[in-house]
């Protein structure tokens, strides 16, 4: 768990009694890991896509 993670649970944890605000930090707490989530994926994507493509010119220039 990163730094940032663990001030925010931290955070979270010392305001537990405030209901309300819990519930929108821990919201805003899962969106923003969610959005980070995606975008590993999507970079996951970009690079498994440039590696392929390497491979298939690879396979094209140097037949067996």
């Known amino acids: 768990m990163n730094k940032s ?3 925010i649970n ?3 944890r010392s305001i537990q009694p405030n209901h309300i605000l819990f519930f929108i930090l ?3 707490n899962i969106i923003a890991i ?3 989530q995606t975008h590993i994926i999507h970079l996951m994507t970009i690079s498994l896509k440039k ?3 390497i ?3 690879t396979t ?3 037949p067996l």
Do not use: C, D, G, M
């Open 51 to 53: 590696s392929r493509t």
């Open 26 to 28: 821990t919201e805003l």
């Open 34 to 36: 969610v959005k980070l």
């Open 55 to 57: 491979i298939t010119n």
């Open 5 to 7: 993670a663990y001030q």
């Open 10 to 12: 931290t955070f979270l």
């Open 60 to 62: 094209n220039t140097h």
